[in-house]
């Protein structure tokens, strides 16, 4: 009978937990200052809008709701909840300046540190403001300048790996987001952490690493309801851990294999500084690699024992170094190659500026001093930004400025928002980089003559790079953007002076699909997953 009691007592226990916090949290919806606003109506009660986002192309339903709704409106997401979207840009520039005040929300932790543990993505505070004051360093522009050589180098390899399959009678055409992917992994293997992937040699799931990032990374087929109940309420977790979810098992094994290896580099990393007589100098280039530097800067002497990384905090940064440093810049360069595809003209005049280049190994130096291919890289970006969008949420109460008055539905004007704490907000990346209010009609056009003079409008745009969103801006800023844009541009460089690109399927058929980043599909087989098809001609050099 007691254990009856104590068993009634405690699911009891439980059931009055939900449904506090249940009331807590609809209370809080019912007081929410963005009842004020316009917004779309919910499609779902359990998703919101956000599976209507997620069915969209692209940012074209952001876009479709600043025309209807104005720059600062409300949306539905999980259970009803409402999120607050702006494309204005004093607002914007608040959030991400105030990042001790607007942070990644709990849920997006949750998940993100399920695959990464406690990386410079994940953690926020004064914990994000240590490891990005060590990690610094490692991403300046001498350090890339240092790495430009392996950018080169893996670009040449996959230019020649392609001029022999395009040789081969049955191959019509080349998939390039899959080859462009591949490159990647092989520079954040070496560049990163001194680790040879070789993927563009052999096949990536032979390495144990590489097999273990895919299944890492790699998002379900659907929208699945366990894991999302798990990150939107924390308090179900100790309850819910106990239902198998799907892929669990296999999710498992190769977060355990990812840690070893990390764990391995890091060894290996320790023990190379260790042997270099004992010293420890943090501007040493023995070892360029990023994690080498971070560990050296970690252990540099002026660095006081409590304001070092742990080991486990260090270890983070491996899978953090793969996600950020691999997948964006492949996609990035694939859409990159969508676009000369689509603009011949561009194409052949990018090509007249790299031929004149009298060397097929330039330096970051002379990659930057490129005109034409920095205004083509930076309309890539503005366009076709790999991450469209990314949540904030406010940890404390807060008024939002704006620099353009809403209309609210009591028929007053606001100039400002009040924000509650727990208040969730989408900061739209893409539909910011191609506002109309900003680039002017042809916004959605790739046009990257429109670099040789920038809209007054544009340098409002709180990005911490080229007056775009597309890196963020303020202290989250993407730490590793100019390694990005300088593998980008060397990419551009090999690959356009070697080779015509032209699309292999109508473009109608190509969409573009975001998870976390937005990657090319065809309507024609989506079975075939992400895939961007080029036919692909040798430039035929006097």
């Given at each position: 009978?007691?254990?009856?009691?104590?068993?009634?007592?405690?699911?009891?226990?439980?059931?009055?937990?939900?449904?506090?916090?249940?009331?807590?949290?609809?209370?809080?919806?019912?007081?929410?200052?963005?009842?004020?606003?316009?917004?779309?109506?919910?499609?779902?009660?359990?998703?919101?809008?956000?599976?209507?986002?997620?069915?969209?192309?692209?940012?074209?339903?952001?876009?479709?709701?600043?025309?209807?709704?104005?720059?600062?409106?409300?949306?539905?997401?999980?259970?009803?909840?409402?999120?607050?979207?702006?494309?204005?840009?004093?607002?914007?520039?608040?959030?991400?300046?105030?990042?001790?005040?607007?942070?990644?929300?709990?849920?997006?932790?949750?998940?993100?540190?399920?695959?990464?543990?406690n990386g410079v993505l994940v953690v926020e505070g004064d914990k994000?403001?240590?490891?990005?004051?060590?990690?610094?360093?490692?991403?300046?522009?001498?350090?890339?300048?240092?790495?430009?050589?392996?950018?080169?180098?893996?670009?040449?390899?996959?230019?020649?790996?392609?001029?022999?399959?395009?040789?081969?009678?049955?191959?019509?055409?080349?998939?390039?987001?899959?080859?462009?992917?591949?490159?990647?992994?092989?520079?954040?293997?070496?560049?990163?952490?001194?680790?040879?992937?070789?993927?563009?040699?052999?096949?990536?799931?032979?390495?144990?690493?590489?097999?273990?990032?895919?299944?890492?990374?790699?998002?379900?087929?659907?929208?699945?309801?366990?894991?999302?109940?798990?990150?939107?309420?924390?308090?179900?977790?100790?309850?819910?851990?106990?239902?198998?979810?799907?892929?669990?098992?296999?999710?498992?094994?190769?977060?355990?294999?990812?840690?070893?290896i990390a764990a391995e580099l890091l060894r290996d990393s320790k023990?190379?500084?260790?042997?270099?007589?004992?010293?420890?100098?943090?501007?040493?280039?023995?070892?360029?690699?990023?994690?080498?530097?971070?560990?050296?800067?970690?252990?540099?002497?002026?660095?006081?024992?409590?304001?070092?990384?742990?080991?486990?905090?260090?270890?983070?940064?491996?899978?953090?170094?793969?996600?950020?440093?691999?997948?964006?810049?492949?996609?990035?360069?694939?859409?990159?190659?969508?676009?000369?595809?689509?603009?011949?003209?561009?194409?052949?005049?990018?090509?007249?500026?790299?031929?004149?280049?009298?060397?097929?190994?330039?330096?970051?130096?002379?990659?930057?001093?490129?005109?034409?291919?920095?205004?083509?890289?930076?309309?890539?970006?503005?366009?076709?930004?790999?991450?469209?969008?990314?949540?904030?949420?406010?940890?404390?109460?807060?008024?939002?400025?704006?620099?353009?008055?809403?209309?609210?539905?009591?028929?007053?004007?606001?100039?400002?928002?009040?924000?509650?704490?727990?208040?969730?907000?989408?900061?739209?990346?893409?539909?910011?980089?191609?506002?109309?209010?900003?680039?002017?009609?042809?916004?959605?056009?790739?046009?990257?003559?429109?670099?040789?003079?920038?809209?007054?409008?544009?340098?409002?745009?709180?990005?911490?790079?080229?007056?775009?969103?597309?890196?963020?801006?303020?202290?989250?800023?993407?730490?590793?953007?100019?390694?990005?844009?300088?593998?980008?541009?060397?990419?551009?460089?090999?690959?356009?002076?070697?080779?015509?690109?032209?699309?292999?399927?109508?473009?109608?058929?190509?969409?573009?699909?975001?998870?976390?980043?937005?990657?090319?599909?065809?309507?024609?087989?989506?079975?075939?997953?992400?895939?961007?098809?080029?036919?692909?001609?040798?430039?035929?050099?006097?």
């Open positions: 009978m007691a254990v009856k009691e104590l068993l009634v007592s405690f699911l009891a226990t439980i059931v009055a937990y939900f449904v506090f916090k249940t009331f807590k949290f609809l209370y809080a919806e019912w007081t929410s200052p963005l009842h004020a606003l316009y917004g779309p109506p919910s499609t779902s009660f359990i998703y919101g809008n956000i599976k209507e986002i997620s069915d969209a192309e692209n940012s074209v339903l952001h876009e479709k709701w600043v025309e209807e709704y104005g720059p600062t409106l409300k949306y539905k997401a999980f259970f009803g909840m409402n999120r607050l979207y702006t494309t204005d840009p004093k607002a914007l520039n608040h959030i991400l300046m105030n990042s001790m005040i607007y942070q990644k929300p709990e849920a997006a932790r949750y998940n993100l540190s399920r695959i990464l543990g994000h403001r240590q490891q990005r004051r060590i990690m610094n360093p490692a991403f300046g522009p001498a350090q890339t300048r240092e790495l430009t050589s392996i950018f080169i180098e893996k670009s040449i390899e996959l230019r020649d790996i392609w001029a022999t399959e395009i040789k081969k009678p049955e191959v019509n055409q080349i998939n390039v987001l899959s080859w462009l992917s591949r490159m990647t992994l092989d520079v954040i293997g070496l560049a990163g952490f001194d680790y040879k992937f070789n993927a563009l040699t052999t096949d990536p799931k032979k390495n144990e690493l590489n097999r273990a990032f895919s299944v890492l990374f790699t998002p379900g087929n659907r929208m699945a309801l366990l894991p999302l109940i798990k990150s939107v309420f924390p308090s179900s977790r100790p309850i819910l851990k106990y239902i198998p979810e799907e892929r669990a098992a296999e999710m498992r094994v190769a977060s355990e294999t990812m840690n070893r023990a190379a500084i260790y042997s270099d007589n004992g010293k420890v100098d943090k501007f040493s280039w023995k070892g360029k690699d990023l994690l080498s530097l971070l560990v050296r800067a970690n252990m540099a002497t002026d660095l006081p024992p409590s304001q070092r990384m742990t080991d486990e905090d260090v270890l983070a940064q491996v899978p953090t170094f793969l996600v950020a440093g691999h997948e964006t810049t492949s996609t990035a360069t694939t859409w990159a190659l969508y676009a000369l595809s689509l603009r011949p003209d561009v194409q052949t005049k990018l090509r007249d500026e790299l031929l004149a280049v009298v060397t097929d190994n330039p330096t970051m130096d002379e990659l930057n001093a490129l005109p034409y291919l920095d205004m083509v890289v930076r309309e890539t970006l503005r366009v076709h930004a790999p991450v469209p969008s990314t949540i904030r949420v406010a940890v404390e109460d807060d008024v939002l400025p704006l620099s353009i008055p809403v209309a609210a539905k009591d028929g007053s004007v606001l100039r400002e928002i009040r924000v509650q704490k727990g208040q969730t907000m989408l900061i739209p990346i893409l539909a910011m980089n191609r506002a109309k209010t900003i680039w002017g009609e042809d916004a959605m056009e790739f046009k990257p003559e429109r670099w040789e003079k920038v809209p007054e409008a544009a340098t409002g745009i709180p990005g911490v790079w080229g007056n775009m969103l597309t890196f963020l801006g303020g202290p989250r800023a993407c730490i590793g953007y100019r390694f990005s844009l300088v593998e980008t541009k060397a990419i551009l460089f090999t690959l356009v002076r070697a080779f015509e690109f032209e699309l292999a399927v109508p473009a109608d058929d190509i969409i573009k699909k975001a998870t976390i980043v937005q990657r090319p599909m065809l309507k024609s087989d989506l079975e075939a997953g992400n895939q961007l098809p080029l036919r692909l001609r040798p430039v035929q050099r006097n």
